[in-house]
């Protein structure tokens, strides 16, 4: 290992292993010391530093920042209690097993409309869509979370109280708009959030032609996404259902799902004539 290479951070060098992990294919890696070489040989590349021979005459993982090593391989664990890696058994080596992608990391990293694999990334692909209420980002953070500690109900939860949130805060929007409020204003206060949403529908539903396409299209869709979420977690009525989750790939749908879902919202509430939140600007 060299102190004297430059030191990552977890989500730079998170993002290495996942892209090697996809460039593997079915087959994966056979042990981890060839992670450690095929991470160095990517940082190499990125950093833009040559890779001659006798650079690596000690193998490229030498070349490696020894805080990098030690992280690399917490990422590998992480990854496979996350669900996105796995261990198979080598039938050339019985005593190391091979590393692959699961089943599940083929549609989560690769497939989705909007891939993420950290929070900082789901943060980032939701906050480029839309601007976000700093009281639902709280929630939001905590979804993701605990998605990523496999604990799939809370994450339903924190992510049901992040969907009624914006859905109301766009009713209120609705409510106070000089042009349409008066179509929003029977839609009771005292309702639960479901029925709200209902009624949302009908009051909307005269006046979508009157509004650009982006701001409507697929709005049947994002709204039912919202009551999906919400019905998760809690009942018609409000309480908690106190049901098994759903499996982790139906939660990192809901997760891709909110983020069309957010942006719709913010589109209408432009046109109904909100003055934005100003767009979260992530921590580097």
């Known amino acids: 290992m060299s102190t004297n290479q430059r030191e990552h951070s977890y989500g730079d060098l998170r993002e290495v ?16 010391d060839r992670v450690l070489e095929k991470t160095a040989l990517e940082l190499c590349k990125r950093d833009g530093v040559a890779t001659g021979r006798q650079r690596f005459s000690h193998g490229p993982a030498s070349q490696l920042h020894p805080g990098d090593s030690e992280l690399v391989l917490e990422i590998v664990w992480d990854l496979a209690r996350q669900g996105i890696l796995t261990f198979v058994p080598d039938a050339t080596n019985p005593n190391s097993p ?29 906050c480029w869509e839309a601007d976000i209420s700093p009281d639902a980002v709280v929630y939001l953070r905590e979804a993701v979370s605990a998605f990523y500690m496999d604990c799939l109900l809370s994450t339903c ?6 969907a009624e949130g914006e859905f109301l805060r766009l009713l209120r929007v609705a409510k106070n708009s000089r042009p349409y409020g008066r179509l929003f204003s029977r839609i009771n206060d005292g309702l639960n959030v479901a029925v709200k949403i209902v009624q949302f529908r009908e009051a909307i539903n005269p006046i979508l032609t009157l509004f650009p396409k982006p701001a409507i299209d697929e709005l049947d869709h994002n709204l039912d996404t919202a009551q999906t979420v919400i019905r998760t977690a809690r009942d018609q009525s409000g309480q908690p259902t106190g049901a098994l989750p759903p499996s982790r790939d139906q939660v990192y749908l809901y997760l891709q799902n909110f983020i069309p879902f957010a942006r719709q919202a913010m ?9 934005p939140f100003p767009r979260i600007v992530q921590a580097h």
């Open 267 to 275: 589109l209408l509430r432009q046109e109904l004539n909100e003055s």
């Open 157 to 162: 939860v924190m992510l049901s109280v992040a």
């Open 98 to 126: 091979c590393l692959r992608r699961s089943r599940f990391s083929e549609y989560a990293l690769r497939r989705s409309a909007h891939p993420f694999h950290s929070n900082t990334g789901f943060m980032k692909a939701l």
């Open 17 to 32: 292993v996942v892209e090697i992990m996809l460039d593997e294919g079915e087959h994966g890696i056979n042990s981890l």
